[in-house]
């Protein structure tokens, strides 16, 4: 099986930064797109930024300028750099991969357990 960890979350004041990492594991055989999406309480969950497998990227127009989103296909590691964080970014934030695992090769999406980011004033 193929497992999505996340680390990275936590508490910032506003105007900091936080660096997200989600690192897949298991019989890979290729990652396609990854992105990163995130939830406050009672609202729907949103996308943050996405990335394809040769770096191209789609930002949420709430993040544009702040965050960056990257990733290390040698480690299948992607990351979420976070600047000048604000408060309305408080929210879960949960890493999403569509992944072919050996022996297949049609990609499923997974999704990581999520981390907290919580921006105060």
């Known amino acids: 099986q193929v497992q999505l960890v996340e680390s990275g979350g936590g508490l910032v004041q506003a105007g900091g930064s936080l660096r997200l990492s989600c690192a897949a594991s298991?019989?890979?055989?290729?990652?396609?797109?990854m992105g990163w999406y995130r939830q406050a309480p009672g609202k729907q969950r949103e996308l943050v930024a996405v990335i394809g497998r040769g770096g191209g990227t789609v930002y949420a127009d709430s993040v544009k300028g702040r965050f960056t989103i990257s990733r290390d296909n040698a480690k299948n590691t992607m990351y979420l750099q976070m600047n000048s964080l604000k408060p309305e970014d408080t929210a879960v934030y949960y890493c999403?991969?569509?992944?072919?695992?050996?022996?297949?090769?049609?990609?499923?999406?997974?999704w990581g357990q999520g981390t907290q980011v919580t921006v105060s004033s």
């Open positions: 298991g019989s890979i055989r290729s990652i396609n797109d």
């Open positions: 999403n991969a569509n992944i072919i695992v050996l022996p297949d090769y049609r990609a499923k999406g997974y």
